[in-house]
């Protein structure tokens, strides 16, 4: 089974600062990496990855894949309380079977 | 509301029961999973269902059936439930080839 590591796993900064939460991955049958934000209930979709070095933005966020590397970064400027959540991170691979890593957990402080 | 909705959000229930979990999914997706998020808040598969056939089946308890009784709803039924089985169970569903949409979750504690 894949592996897919997280770090840091935990992190606490204040509003306004930003952030770069990273993610490793293997490579067996990958098809997509991707990154969902999970605050008390269900995980929620935030971005889908496929190709190296295209950057994908939606608002403060965004991320980009690096296949050479083998690695994601998840970018959160001008953070917000409303940020703080566990951040997880995904790879698919074939029969779309998603292998998380363990989340980092970000609190944003006032 | 088009959503992936499961049943019971909360479960408590003595070691030793059967208790089933229900989901359903009106996004007309063709693939549903049942996830495990245990205390560590680490996410694994468990079950995978495409068109009501089982692609995925993961190294999990044999107390542990899934069942598709059509390509919208798959449910877990867990027998003889143990201590260890505590978790948050996920339900979520993904069209082919996509990425996935979550149910809200079903918090199981056994006692």
């Known amino acids: 089974e894949d592996k897919v590591v997280q770090s840091p796993l935990s992190l606490v900064v204040h509003e306004g600062d930003t952030v770069t939460l990273n993610c490793s991955y293997e490579v067996t049958n990958f098809r997509s990496l991707l990154w969902y934000k999970q605050e008390k209930k269900a995980p929620t979709f935030l971005f889908m990855l496929t190709s190296s070095g295209i950057e994908k933005k939606s608002g403060r966020l965004s991320s980009i894949l690096d296949k050479k590397e083998l690695s994601s970064i998840l970018n959160i400027t001008a953070t917000q309380t409303g940020d703080s959540a566990i951040y997880l991170c995904a790879e698919e691979t074939s029969g779309s079977r998603l292998t998380f890593g363990e989340g980092t957990q970000l609190t944003v402080n006032p | 509301d088009t959503a992936v909705s499961q049943t019971p959000k909360y479960l408590v229930t003595q070691m030793g029961n059967d208790k089933s979990i229900k989901c359903e999914q009106n996004?007309?997706?063709?693939?549903m999973y049942w996830y495990k998020q245990d205390s560590k808040k680490f996410l694994k598969i468990m079950f995978s269902?495409?068109?009501?056939?089982?692609?995925i089946n993961e190294t999990v308890p044999n107390r542990f059936s899934p069942k598709s009784p059509d390509k919208a709803h798959l449910n877990l039924h867990i027998n003889s439930l143990e201590l260890g089985d505590s978790a948050v169970y996920f339900c979520?569903?993904?069209?082919?080839?996509?990425?996935?949409?979550f149910g809200s979750g079903t918090r199981l504690t056994v006692v």
């Open positions: 979520a569903s993904s069209p082919t080839g996509v990425g996935y949409t």
């Open positions: 269902y495409n068109n009501k056939e089982l692609i």
């Open positions: 996004l007309g997706h063709d693939t």
